[in-house]
């Protein structure tokens, strides 16, 4: 089945630095959400790509959608105390009709020191 | 509020006893989904309906698991049985029914199985 992959599981820096954190798919994927989870919170929708090769940004969040679409990488500048969470990367299968059924990666919890 | 509702927040329960949940989904929405997340794990896709038809199940939901949307407004997830490996965040969202869409997840129930 499919798997979606996440690194790093864990990430601490100093605010102000920058972080990456990068989703492998086994399978090719319609389109790739990031969802961000606050400690004690539920998943927050950030964004979605759909074209291979996209790149958005969103203020200080750079997001890309590989080639093959299979892979995808949130990129964080000058990190906040405010970015303190979970990222998870999902996306359905390509092809098929589950739409709606989305497969996350286990997340890379981010810790900022202030 | 017109975000997922989730009712109750908190259950505890002993092994062997059925809980029931309820979701009550942004009222636009037709689409409706049924996730579990252990810690430090990704949501794990459970079932979704689109308005009362449920159009996929996990293969991994075993047969005490069972959920219904009957007018497909909200929807309730029972689990008969309940064992300890029972215990989890159970989420539920909602989207609008198109090809590419972004999930609003509610604040989740937390089950603890004694």
């Known amino acids: 089945g499919q798997q979606v992959m996440q690194i790093p599981q864990y990430q601490h820096v100093q605010e102000g630095e920058d972080f990456t954190t990068y989703c492998n798919s086994s399978?090719?994927?319609?389109?790739i959400q990031w969802y961000k989870q606050r400690p004690g919170g539920h998943p927050v929708f950030l964004i979605q790509?759909?074209?291979?090769?996209e790149v958005k940004k969103q203020k200080r969040l750079t997001f890309q959608f590989g080639e093959a679409k299979k892979n995808s990488s949130l990129h964080i500048t000058a990190t906040q105390t405010t970015d303190v969470g979970t990222y998870f990367c999902?996306?359905?299968?390509?092809?098929?009709?589950?739409?709606?059924?989305?497969?996350f990666g286990q997340g890379t919890i981010l810790t900022v020191h202030p | 509020d017109t975000g997922v509702s989730q009712d109750p927040r908190h259950k505890i329960t002993k092994r062997g006893q059925n809980v029931t949940f309820r979701c009550d989904p942004i009222s636009e929405h037709n689409r409706l989904y049924w996730y579990r997340q252990t810690l430090g794990q990704g949501p794990e896709f459970l079932t979704y309906f689109q308005n009362e038809a449920q159009l996929e199940k996990s293969r991994l939901l075993s047969d005490r698991f069972s959920a219904e949307r009957p007018k497909g407004s909200f929807s309730t997830l029972e689990i008969q049985r309940t064992e300890q490996g029972d215990s989890a965040m159970y989420l539920c969202a909602s989207s609008f029914q198109r090809e590419y869409n972004e999930q609003f997840f509610g604040p989740g129930t937390r089950l603890t199985v004694l």
């Open positions: 790509l759909v074209k291979s090769g």
């Open positions: 999902a996306g359905p299968y390509a092809g098929g009709t589950s739409y709606g059924k989305l497969t």
């Open positions: 399978t090719t994927l319609s389109n």
